[in-house]
């Protein structure tokens, strides 16, 4: 168990500590990351991965609700980095890995010379309410959410995503990024969004067709040419995919990867 005290230490490794009275503690030295001070002679932050849970000041806080921790404790949040002052405490989630660092009062200048220009977590509403009606604009969007926009621009209509991840390798050489919120997926390549998925389809209109209506499909066959690809339906002409329960609206830079019959999806 990472049992940490603000301030002060992780387990039994406290900060400002020598080289030489570190050398004599018992802990495992794999687990740890340790920085000294510019004279190599004193800690000044420990860091440490965590997979499922961790104590600090005595509260027991478990990965898979650290959401509600967040919420209580309202870091600053600097990309996928969440910093809080208050406890000399930074944790970065890179793609679900947790690795949390514990600094010195002589590294606060250095943590924290960005928190002026950083939002707090509680800054960010998880997922605004989106309108009970939406509308399509092929190959554009939705009536309030546009292909092309950027992160910054997303964030300010829906709020903070739930998740965040980054694929390494894809269709493009930087690989897609990805920001889900509770039913909806967006897709980013180079900070201009793609596609957006949603996972259970609200009610979205084009022609004043309710394209999560049961039927739908059967009425979308006599008007459009649509291509089946595993279990989804591919309607080129309005930039969207359906599902059984879902819909994929993308952008003209993605439409091919649609069209590929031999690409899984898995490989964008």
Partial sequence: MIDILSKSRINNIPLDISREELLKLDYSAELFRICFSQNNQFVRSISVIVTDVFRID???????????WYRKENPFVDGNTCIFPNKNLAIWN?????????YSNREKSLYE???????????YVEIKHLPDVLSLK???G??????????????????????TGQRKTGAFGNGAYFEEYHNLILRYDDDTLTEIHFT?????????MNLAAPKVLSVLK??????PKWSYFV??????????SEIFIYSERIKDLWLNSKRPITSW
């Fill in 58 to 68: 005595g509260e027991l806080v478990e990965l898979s609700q650290i959401t509600e």
């Fill in 94 to 102: 890179n793609n679900g890995v947790f690795e949390i660092t514990l």
């Fill in 113 to 123: 010379r960005s928190l002026t220009s950083l939002s707090t977590y509680n800054a």
């Fill in 138 to 140: 092929p190959y554009i």
């Fill in 142 to 163: 939705l009536d309030i959410l546009e292909l092309g926009c950027n992160t910054e621009t997303a964030h300010k209509i829906l709020g903070k995503p739930l998740e």
């Fill in 200 to 208: 259970d389809i609200p009610n979205i209109y084009y022609d004043e």
């Fill in 222 to 227: 006599k008007r459009y040419k649509i291509i």
């Fill in 235 to 244: 309607i080129p002409e309005l930039g969207i995919t359906l599902g059984e």
